[in-house]
């Protein structure tokens, strides 16, 4: 069988440290372009991966032809780049946030969808090791009910890893649309949805730049959040964790709570509230500070190859940029807002 194709638009630090290696590494995967407009970029990757370094992503789209398409620009790039690349008939895969607007994200939708092609967002949370034993064990029904939750992600800012530094577009509101809220604040929403099988209902929230200078994006945000079936939870994103990486979920049940992240060697702890206590030494969460395969490659190649859904497609894209849009307006208006 002939290897698929893959173009990736964007040579970032998340393309040199997750997508560039991990289509490298998939047998059934040939890496055949790489797009970026600062210059010497993209030729960098094709250097060590092959493939040809374009600087016009449109120009790639028409003289490659490839079979997939990673999109991995600034956020404000997702819609435009990812509704040309179906238009062109590839599959995507698209960095979160998706979009910019829930407009943006129905057109992209609308796009995958009527070119017969697949869009996966790369919500990656719903793949680590941990998360995934925490569904198995919340799915299994032995905990009861999610009462209340508290979920955070932080980190000390893009500027620690990004390629560019404090000069990084992740600092500028004209190209990342948002800071903290979208970079980690989605992946939390995303993965509170998931884990749950249920909706957030209304948000409440604060989001401030607190303390990157000079920058016009967010890098906190705090919110509440209740659900659809009434549990209520905080989730905290930040660029301000100066000390180190936090990647924490807590969930108070019925019968007992589930903790995941809290303990290094154990990712994933359950108490119940008989006394018991049962640990998981499952593999740990990727991070900035400790990078491994996120699985996002493999899943959205091998579901194109066996024609399944995709694992994270842009519908559920679309639920948690809503979570995190009406955040915003809640911080602006000073009131709860409903998710519709």
């Known amino acids: 069988m002939n290897k698929l194709k893959v173009a990736i638009i964007g040579c970032g630090a998340i393309t040199y440290h997750r997508y560039a290696p991990e289509y490298a590494s998939h047998p059934q995967v040939e890496i055949v372009a790489f797009v970026d407009v600062v210059p010497g970029r993209a030729e960098e990757f094709t250097s060590r991966y092959g493939g040809r370094a374009y600087f016009d992503y449109l120009r790639m789209l028409e003289e490659i032809k490839p079979d997939l398409v990673t999109v991995c620009t600034p956020n404000v790039f997702h819609a435009e780049m990812t509704i040309a690349a179906a238009n062109a008939g590839a599959h995507v895969l698209v960095e979160k946030p998706m979009a910019a607007s829930v407009e943006e994200a129905e057109a992209m939708i609308a796009a995958a969808r009527s070119n017969g092609v697949q869009l996966m967002v790369g919500q990656s949370q719903r793949l680590m090791p941990p998360h995934l034993k925490a569904k198995e064990l919340l799915s299994s029904g032995r905990l009861g009910r999610v009462l209340t939750f508290r979920c955070s992600a932080g980190h000390k800012g893009p500027e620690s890893w990004s390629v560019d530094g404090r000069e990084s577009w992740f600092f500028r509101k004209q190209e990342a649309i948002m800071g903290a809220a979208g970079d980690l604040g989605i992946h939390k929403a ?6 749950l099988e249920d909706e957030v209902a209304e948000v409440s929230a604060y989001i401030s730049n607190l303390d990157k200078t000079g920058s016009d994006v967010d890098d906190n945000l705090v919110c509440s959040l209740r659900m659809n079936s009434g549990a209520l939870g905080t989730l905290v994103a930040s660029w301000t964790y100066y000390q180190g990486e936090d990647n924490t ?26 006394g018991t206590i049962e640990k998981y030494g499952v593999p740990g969460i990727a991070t900035n500070d400790n990078m491994h395969s ?17 694992f994270i497609p842009g519908e559920e894209g679309l639920r948690s940029l809503k979570v995190i849009l009406a955040a915003f307006e809640s911080a602006e208006s000073g009131k709860a807002v409903a998710v519709i």
Do not use: A, M, Y
């Open 249 to 274: 979920s807590i969930f108070w049940c019925e019968h007992g709570t589930l903790k995941i992240g809290t303990e290094p060697d154990f990712p994933v702890i359950i108490q119940l509230r008989d």
């Open 294 to 310: 996120s699985g996002v490659v493999d899943v959205f190649v091998d579901g194109i190859l066996k024609g399944n859904p995709s």
């Open 190 to 195: 995303d993965l509170i949805r998931w884990l």
